[in-house]
């Protein structure tokens, strides 16, 4: 038989998949894969709940509920203070990483080139290159994952047709500043390019910062397609529900990619985002400063382990130097010394990297339960300390 596609035939088990497998084979605790272990709000979890025994259960509007598309147009001009026409300039998808792929399928042709910043999401450049594009990459330098103009003049050219961001980012917890941002929207109109903004952490920023769409900044508003979660802003990644926003003229295309992905997403769901979305800025305020506490928890317990910690301004993730630590050992035999020997399971950055990957660096998730945290740091000071 002839085989399957090349680009995907390629691609080999995600290592979250692998080191979540060693975490259940060893008994390890599981501070590599980002999800939460909580069950979520309990009101929008009811909300849920009670829309799928008294609501509609048949197939909601291919673009999405109204009432969720109209949470998403409210919510971005709350804020961010963005107008956005609901009925034209939002979509809900399953999940965000199916709006990263409908999005990319939607925008671009053979041959286009798109920017990307490493350390990165593992999907972004697989579906890049499944419609045809070419990923450049930029490769963002620790401790502070910073980047200047004379990176970005080594990728934009005439070829380029999409600026791929996340931000605030995964797994370097980096919360992209003002200054950086215009400098990015500089080469982005200087090149007449389009953005896709991938912003599913965008209320997990900590310290008193703010997030900072794309969108927001000056001649961005027509040339970026802002994508939010679910599952990151009420701490359900199982919901699988994303949403996406931008100008009709660039969302056209990406709904209809949309429409022969997935089609749409479960109504019950859908009506309970829309319900937490409408919640109040308590809720949101309380859900970065606990993850901040939580983050400052797990950080003291890596430093007393002998573990040097890079700055985390968002996200769920912290990273760990190990030269910096006095560990010989690269990321990827460290992650299974650790799962193997001291029982916590962690993802080595290198894995993150398409090109010219660092192998010094480790992920550590900190979304978990207090007594999860409080354990894993008892065995990290027990077999590094």
């Not at 291919?62 to 956005?84: E, N, S």
């Not at 199982?238 to 479960?266: C, E, S």
């Amino acid at each position: 038989m002839k085989s399957g596609n090349s680009v995907l035939t390629a691609c080999g088990t995600t290592i979250f998949e692998v080191m979540s497998r060693l975490a259940d084979q060893h008994k390890a605790i599981n501070l590599g894969q980002g999800f939460p272990d909580g069950n979520g709000p309990p009101d929008v979890v009811a909300a849920a709940a009670s829309y799928l025994a008294d609501g509609w259960n048949q197939y909601p509007p291919m673009p999405g509920l109204a009432a969720l598309r109209q949470a998403v147009a409210a919510h971005t001009a709350r804020f961010y203070g963005l107008d956005v026409d609901w009925a034209t300039e939002t979509l809900v998808t399953s999940g965000a990483t199916e709006a990263l792929a409908a999005c990319l399928f939607g925008l671009l042709e053979p041959g286009d080139e798109v920017v990307l910043f490493q350390p990165l999401y593992d999907s972004y450049a697989p579906i890049i290159r499944r419609a045809g594009a070419i990923p450049r990459f930029v490769s963002l330098k620790a401790p502070d994952w910073s980047l200047s103009a004379d990176d970005l003049a080594l990728v934009f050219n005439d070829k380029t047709k999409l600026v791929l961001i996340n931000n605030p980012q995964n797994p370097a917890g980096k919360v992209w500043t003002q200054d950086e941002l215009s400098l990015l929207s500089a080469f982005i109109m200087r090149h007449d390019t389009m953005a896709l903004c991938d912003e599913v952490y965008e209320h997990l920023v900590f310290d008193g910062r703010r997030h900072i769409p794309l969108m927001s900044l000056p001649g961005m508003r027509d040339r970026t397609l802002r994508i939010g979660s679910a599952g990151k802003t009420f701490s359900l990644t199982g919901w699988k529900v994303g949403y996406v926003t931008g100008p009709a003229t660039l969302l056209a295309p990406v709904i209809k990619a949309h429409q022969f992905l997935t089609f749409t997403t479960p109504p019950n769901l859908q009506h309970a985002v829309a319900f937490g979305l409408n919640k109040d800025d308590t809720y949101f305020a309380g859900l970065a400063a606990d993850m901040a506490r939580r983050r400052d928890f797990l950080a003291a317990g890596l430093h007393a382990a002998g573990l040097v910690v890079l700055p985390c301004a968002g996200t769920y993730f912290l990273t760990v130097d190990l030269a910096a630590s006095g560990i010989a050992m690269d990321d990827r035999t460290f992650c299974l010394h650790l799962t193997e020997k001291v029982g916590v399971a962690a993802i080595p950055i290198s894995a993150f990297f398409e090109v010219d990957a660092p192998a010094h660096l480790v992920r550590f998730c900190f979304c978990k339960r207090d007594e999860v945290l409080a354990e894993a740091v008892r065995r990290l000071a027990a077999g590094i300390g």
